[in-house]
């Protein structure tokens, strides 16, 4: 198979159309259309059925256009991999963070990215997850941490590799905390709540679980930054969730006590990349160790 019929294919498959993809690489349509002829041929199945001017990918070409995707983001990937080897350069990871993720998870699933043979180079970008999602698209992103999948209704070819997940815990203030006259979780229907943005996975969890047991509660606030969220927790304002790999750092602070666990509650965490097998080394790393240093970190919480 030619590589050069595939990435022009690879290249309508993604404009939509012969004439936008020629303006993008600055090839005519009728040398595209030519080029996929061949590549259909040497395949011996039609990757596109035409209606008119219309291209339609077939369930061949869906498969085709996959396996393209995979390739030439290996080939960017090997590109960068050996320009910069013989100049002892590190090793560039730019991976985007969900804006919902707690940042102390964040750091603790990336970390062992800095361990790897060799010197890292890593580049962090925090935004909303379809905004990451696009630049991991346009491969300006090796890897993007979120909470959720790649989400439903997105046009972007990625995939979503689960790291581990986490149950969630309530913390407050030891003297918010000492006015409580019920067990928990009844408690939390006593206390102002602070709850993470609509956006967030535990978010959507908690609203299930707090209906499932029936708890009309009180949000005082609504946060998109979890350190926020804590920052308000820590002075007072209202009891607050946190995943619970992480609960011990936070009741490091004496400040604060433990209410108590959602029971049946947990968070997933993924690794999104356009590519289904992952290759690069620091992604490795962090698929690596990511799961038991969530299920470590719950143990000893």
Same mark, same amino acid.
């Given at each position: 198979?030619?590589?050069?019929?595939?990435?022009? $294919?690879?290249?309508?498959?993604?404009?939509?159309?012969?004439?936008?993809?020629?303006?993008?690489?600055?090839?005519?349509?009728?040398? #595209?259309?030519?080029?996929?002829?061949?590549?259909?041929?040497?395949?011996?199945?039609?990757?596109?059925?035409?209606?008119?001017?219309?291209?339609? #990918?077939?369930?061949?070409?869906?498969?085709?256009?996959?396996?393209?995707?995979?390739? $030439?983001?290996?080939? %960017?990937?090997?590109?960068?991999?050996?320009?910069?080897?013989?100049?002892?350069?590190? @090793?560039?990871?730019? /991976?985007?963070?969900?804006?919902?993720?707690?940042?102390?998870?964040?750091?603790?699933?990336?970390?062992?990215?800095?361990?790897?043979?060799?010197?890292?180079?890593? &580049?962090?970008?925090?935004?909303?997850?379809?905004?990451?999602?696009?630049?991991?698209?346009? +491969?300006?992103?090796?890897?993007?941490?979120? =909470?959720?999948?790649?989400?439903?209704?997105?046009?972007?070819?990625? !995939?979503?590799?689960?790291?581990?997940?986490?149950?969630?815990?309530?913390?407050?203030?030891?003297?918010?905390?000492?006015? /409580?006259?019920?067990?928990?979780?009844?408690?939390?229907?006593?206390?102002?709540?602070?709850?993470?943005?609509?956006?967030?996975?535990?978010?959507?969890?908690?609203?299930?679980? #707090?209906?499932?047991?029936?708890?009309?509660?009180?949000? /005082?606030?609504? $946060? =998109?930054? +979890? *350190?926020?969220?804590?920052?308000?927790?820590?002075?007072?304002?209202?009891?607050?969730? &946190?995943?619970?790999?992480?609960? =011990?750092?936070?009741?490091?602070?004496?400040?604060? @006590?433990?209410?108590?666990?959602?029971?049946?509650?947990?968070?997933? !965490? $993924?690794?999104?990349?356009?590519?289904?097998?992952? @290759?690069?080394?620091?992604?490795?790393?962090?698929? %690596?160790?990511?799961?038991?240093?969530?299920?470590? *970190?719950?143990?000893?919480?």
């Amino acid at each position: 198979m030619n590589l050069k019929h595939l990435y022009y $294919f690879w290249k309508v498959a993604r404009h939509g159309g012969v004439v936008r993809a020629g303006e993008a690489i600055h090839i005519t349509p009728q040398t #595209l259309s030519g080029q996929i002829r061949l590549l259909e041929e040497s395949l011996g199945t039609p990757l596109f059925s035409r209606k008119g001017r219309t291209l339609t #990918l077939t369930a061949a070409g869906r498969l085709a256009v996959d396996y393209a995707e995979e390739i $030439f983001a290996l080939d %960017a990937e090997l590109e960068r991999t050996i320009r910069d080897f013989p100049k002892g350069r590190p @090793t560039e990871f730019r /991976v985007g963070v969900s804006d919902a993720l707690p940042k102390t998870l964040a750091y603790r699933l990336l970390r062992p990215a800095m361990d790897i043979d060799g010197p890292v180079r890593l &580049v962090c970008r925090e935004w909303q997850l379809d905004r990451l999602l696009a630049d991991l698209a346009l +491969h300006r992103l090796d890897l993007v941490i979120s =909470d959720s999948p790649v989400p439903a209704g997105v046009e972007v070819r990625a !995939y979503g590799h689960r790291l581990g997940g986490s149950g969630v815990a309530f913390l407050a203030r030891s003297e918010l905390a000492a006015r /409580v006259r019920t067990p928990f979780p009844d408690c939390l229907a006593e206390l102002p709540l602070l709850m993470p943005g609509e956006d967030s996975a535990m978010r959507r969890r908690l609203d299930e679980w #707090l209906d499932r047991k029936r708890l009309r509660v009180s949000v /005082v606030g609504e $946060f =998109d930054d +979890h *350190a926020l969220l804590a920052a308000f927790g820590r002075e007072g304002v209202g009891a607050f969730p &946190v995943a619970s790999a992480l609960a =011990d750092d936070y009741l490091a602070d004496s400040r604060l @006590t433990l209410l108590g666990r959602a029971d049946r509650v947990s968070i997933d !965490y $993924f690794a999104i990349s356009v590519q289904r097998r992952l @290759t690069h080394p620091c992604v490795l790393a962090i698929t %690596a160790t990511a799961d038991a240093s969530l299920r470590r *970190a719950a143990e000893e919480d």
